[in-house]
T-cell receptor
Framework: NAGVTQTPKFQVLKTGQSMTLQCAQD?????MSWYRQDPGMGLRLIHY???????DQGEVPNGYNVSRSTTEDFPLRLLSAAPSQTSVYFC?????????????FGPGTRLTVT | DAKTTQPTSMDCAEGRAANLPCNHS???????VYWYRQIHSQGPQYIIH???NNETNEMASLIITEDRKSSTLILPHATLRDTAVYYC????????????????FGTGTQLKVEL
């Protein structure tokens, strides 16, 4: 049981380039989400999904796209990278039932846009 | 979701109890108090949650005041590995629709455990 995995761990992009951050979970969780964390700040929600084929925007969605074709995978696409997207990106997953709805976070992807 | 207020930083001696306070004076009746921590830029880790009763698990205890306007996370015997940023989050619990499952992170409390 690997939990939540993210690839790559580190990435450097030039302004205007596009890329996809990968996220996968093996816990059969319905809910998956992406957060970004800027230095000295808390995490902010980018996009989330409550199941395959269903996605919605979070607090800071501009410049990012997501899709959910399977329960396991929830990739985050940067369409045209900008220096303001330099951040650490975390993927999380959880069930949607039960009291705790404990969210499991991946190890993060550290992205630098030059 | 209700707003929370936490001290920016706290220190604790190794082996002593670490008591981390959180104010959530605007909490609603159906909102739970959750605690997560983030060790050295790793992904956040769930610690504990509660509604109105005190809760204990293998990691920590959570004490919620009777009026539910504040709470305290207690790490009974802090170790160096407990050095982390601790986030207090108030949110609706139970069966959720997707939008209600989000976690709203503030800046948390930086706990430093020292020898």
């Amino acid at each position: 049981n690997a939990g939540v995995t993210q690839t790559p761990k580190f990435q450097v992009l030039k302004t205007g380039q596009s890329m996809t951050l990968q996220c996968a979970q093996d816990m059969n969780h319905e809910y998956m989400s992406w957060y970004r964390q800027d230095p000295g700040m808390g995490l902010r929600l980018i996009h989330y999904s409550v199941g395959a084929g269903i996605t919605d925007q979070g607090e800071v969605p501009n410049g990012y796209n997501v899709s959910r074709s399977t329960t396991e995978d929830f990739p985050l696409r940067l369409l045209s990278a900008a220096p303001s997207q330099t951040s650490v990106y975390f993927c999380a997953s959880s069930t949607l039932s039960g009291e705790s709805n404990e969210q499991y976070f991946g190890p993060g992807t550290r992205l630098t846009v030059t | 979701d209700a707003k929370t207020t936490q001290p920016t930083s706290m220190d604790c001696a190794e082996g002593r109890a670490a008591n981390l306070p959180c104010n959530h004076s605007t909490i609603s009746g159906n909102e739970y108090v959750y605690w997560y921590r983030q060790i050295h830029s790793q992904g956040p880790q769930y610690i504990i949650h509660g509604l109105k009763n005190n809760e204990t698990n293998e990691m920590a205890s959570l004490i919620i005041t009777e009026d539910r306007k504040s709470s305290t996370l207690i790490l009974p015997h802090a170790t160096l590995r407990d050095t982390a940023v601790y986030y207090c989050i108030v949110r609706v619990g139970g069966v959720l629709t997707g939008g209600g499952n989000k976690l709203t992170f503030g800046t948390g409390t930086q706990l430093k455990v020292e020898l």
